[in-house]
């Protein structure tokens, strides 16, 4: 890569992996406050520490990892001027500025209002605006990735894009379609609300904008895993792209259908028709195939791989796989959990089975197997190369071992938690709660012994956290100089030619447009028209003043 993009995805990958261990360690204190044997000192909120936790985690590591990923993808596949440079650069800092304010918010303890951060809990106007820039921040890292993307096609008329700026670029347009929904809550909504302007809110609509982004952010998590997958993963196990039409199908389904699905989390709100909730669930379930097409594509990339090394047998190409190498065994665990979460996933859609699970803490153990497992067991495994790369080092023995046993930390620690998340879940202990014996009721006891397995499982995982921190440094700052490969895998000689469809951008995206205003238009009308307007006139559990 060119050492000025180099640069700036680095300033991106320093803010994600910083986060990574203040976000760790409030994970820490949670799981250990959750056992009862612990309080929190200096008078510091249960709320406060998940708060900080859910927002450094899922907002900004998430966020300024995957946008200085791809600006190394696309520098890599289409070129990066200079007048992109320096808009990415401006993005950069409009976000860094937003997250220190929302942070200062928070720990000023300004802000309990949880990662969600929908009505009727209430934070500092400070706090909204502070996401709002960093909304804006990421919309011109958006523009910029859309630059380099149609000026490529311009300069290439009637090729096919190379595939993981198209990946980019379809990534880059659910993210500012999604954005628009939690922008406006912010602006319309919570910021006059918090500034004192308007007295109520409408408590239905925040959370139906905050849920409109909500699903479709879990799928801009995703997606830069599944670049990796699909482009990256090939060529470091030796093999070849399964087939490059199969991985832009994927994607375009994953622009048509990961939007209008937001109800999927509204399943046991009133004020919403049954009939459009039906209707986003079946939505819902359509944007579950193409994680299944992946599937299938990964085992079709693991196949003929082992077998072009000559390993026979029904699962013999297995044995054909380089479990020894960090950059493919990591992602490759994260696609082991995918299975598992994949499947709770499935279950949280449907209607009767969200009743058993919904606002209990089986939730938390399934995005603690998709986000914190799958996705970032994937991210971690991309820094093994990547930042050799961005920093002109090499991935040395050293640090490949240690990444396999991070892995492996980070594996058991994550099976204990999640799992006992998901029984605990199961026996209806709730999310988002603090310790309590629930004035010793029974079944409130069935629940502490899996308290007991959550800290002993986060604990192993701040182990985890403190080692992946230590590579990061190391391979910054210590690995020994030398040129890292950056792997991008090529098609399959015998793959299908990619149908030029797949780049008929008008189609696609007018296509998600309109999935999306049929199924949010009407019921959106009837909240507006039925919901009771207004937020309580409590603050709860606390406001902000
Ligand atoms: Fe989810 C709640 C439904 C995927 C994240 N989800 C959440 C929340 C988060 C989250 C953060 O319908 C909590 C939000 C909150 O705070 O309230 N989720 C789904 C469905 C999918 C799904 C249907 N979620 C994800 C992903 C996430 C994520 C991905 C983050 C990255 N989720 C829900 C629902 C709720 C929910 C409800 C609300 C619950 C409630 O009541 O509050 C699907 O996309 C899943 C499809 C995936 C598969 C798996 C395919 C398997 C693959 C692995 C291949 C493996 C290989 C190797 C090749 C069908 C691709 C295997 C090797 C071997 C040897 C076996």
């Known amino acids: 890569l060119p050492a000025k993009d180099a640069k700036l995805s ?102 309990n ?61 659910i993210w500012f379609i999604s954005t628009l929904g939690v922008a406006a809550t912010v602006v319309i909504q919570l910021i006059p609300w918090s500034l004192g302007l308007v007295d109520e809110i409408n408590v239905l609509v925040s959370r139906t904008l905050f849920w409109y982004f909500g699903h479709p952010l879990v799928y801009f998590w995703l997606l830069p895993a599944y670049m990796a997958w699909y482009a990256i993963i090939p060529k470091i196990i030796g093999g070849k792209i399964f087939s490059d039409s199969l ?82 065994f990591a992602p490759f665990v994260g696609m082991l959990a995918f299975v598992p979460a994949g499947a709770g996933g499935l279950i949280n859609a449907s209607h009767q089975l969200n009743q058993v699970v919904h606002n209990t803490i089986w939730v938390t153990g399934h995005f603690h197997l998709t986000l914190a497992t799958t996705v970032i067991l994937t991210f971690f495994g991309i820094s093994y190369w990547l930042i050799p790369v961005l920093t002109g080092r090499k991935l040395n023995a050293h640090i490949n071992r240690l990444g396999i046993i991070q892995t492996i930390v980070w594996s058991i620690g994550m099976f204990i938690m999640s799992g006992a998340m998901h029984i605990a879940g199961l026996l209806g202990a709730p999310r988002r709660s603090s310790y309590s014996e629930y004035g010793g009721s029974e079944q409130a006891m069935e629940w502490i012994g899996y308290q007991y397995a959550q800290a002993i499982g986060g604990s192993i995982l701040f182990i985890g956290i403190l080692l992946m921190v230590y590579i990061f440094v190391y391979m910054t700052f210590f690995a020994p100089k030398g040129q890292e490969e950056f792997p991008m895998a090529e098609t399959a000689e015998d793959a299908l030619p990619t149908p030029m469809v797949f780049e008929n951008w008008k189609l696609w995206i007018g296509l998600a447009v309109a999935l999306i205003l049929f199924a949010y238009t009407i019921p959106f009308i009837d909240i507006i028209q039925n919901s009771p307007p207004g937020s309580p006139p409590f603050k709860w559990p606390i406001g902000y003043n």
């Open 113 to 173: 209002v949880l990662y969600t951060f929908y009505a009727p809990l209430q934070a500092h106007p400070l706090f909204y605006i502070g996401l709002a820039l960093v909304v804006v921040g990421s919309w011109i890292a958006v523009f910029v990735n859309l630059h380099q993307f149609f000026k490529w096609k311009k300069q290439h008329r009637g090729e096919v894009s190379p595939l993981l700026a198209f990946m980019v670029a379809i990534n880059m347009i």
């Open 247 to 328: 991985a832009r199908l994927a994607f375009i389904m994953f622009l048509l259908f990961s939007i209008p699905v937001g109800f999927h989390h509204q399943l046991l709100e009133p004020g919403i028709d049954p009939f459009w909730k039906y209707i986003q669930v079946v939505l819902t379930f359509a944007v579950a195939i193409p994680s299944l097409l992946t599937a299938f594509s990964m085992f079709a990339t693991f196949e003929s791989a082992g077998r072009a090394k000559g390993y026979t047998g029904l699962f013999g190409f297995m044995r054909g796989l380089p479990w020894k190498d960090v950059r493919f």
């Open 10 to 111: 680095m300033a991106h990958m320093y803010v994600a992996f910083i986060s990574l261990l203040i976000g760790g360690l409030m994970g820490l204190l949670q799981v250990l406050v959750r056992t009862g044997k612990m309080t929190l000192p200096f008078g510091i909120d249960y709320y406060q520490v998940l708060t900080v936790h859910g927002v450094i985690l899922a907002l900004v590591l998430t966020t300024f990892f995957i946008i200085g990923f791809q600006y190394a993808l696309m520098s890599k596949t289409v070129g990066m001027s200079d007048g992109e440079r320096k808009w990415a650069w401006i993005s950069f800092y409009v976000m860094l500025i937003g997250t220190v304010v929302t942070a200062v918010m928070i720990l000023l303890g300004k802000a």
